[in-house]
Nanobody
């Protein structure tokens, strides 16, 4: 089992950058694929970016590809989401999630992930 806690959200202007962090507990962090998902008001939770357990493979939603970068530091039990060129439509609660997996290509579905944080709010103003 792993517990994850997100941080780094806030209020920014369109075009700004922001980095989210997700700190995980436990000694087996490197056994987990990690993902970032987001949920805007009135919408379902949606895939943003995922990374496999070694960090060698990443996958992105089309709406963030080229603007967001997911990375991880297994020595620090932390996964990051670097967001740049933020847009008002990026406004959402961002969730970190974990799934024990040795798959080379990490899953992208919300239902595939077992452990979730409480979320951090990102608001992008015009």
């Amino acid at each position: 089992q792993v517990n994850v806690v997100e941080s780094g959200g806030g209020l920014v202007q369109a075009g700004d950058s922001l980095r989210l962090s997700c700190a995980a507990s436990g000694r087996t962090f490197s056994s987990y694929a990690m993902g970032w998902f987001r949920q805007a008001p009135g919408k379902e939770r949606a895939f943003v970016a995922v990374i496999n357990r070694s960090g060698s493979v990443t996958r992105y939603a089309g709406s963030v590809k080229g603007r967001f970068t997911i990375s991880r530091d297994n020595a620090k039990n932390t996964v990051y989401l670097q967001m740049s060129s933020l847009k008002p439509e990026d406004t959402a609660v961002y969730y970190c999630a974990a799934k024990m997996s040795d798959d080379y290509y990490p899953d992208v579905s919300v239902s595939d992930y077992d452990y979730w944080g409480q979320g951090t709010q990102v608001t992008v103003s015009t």
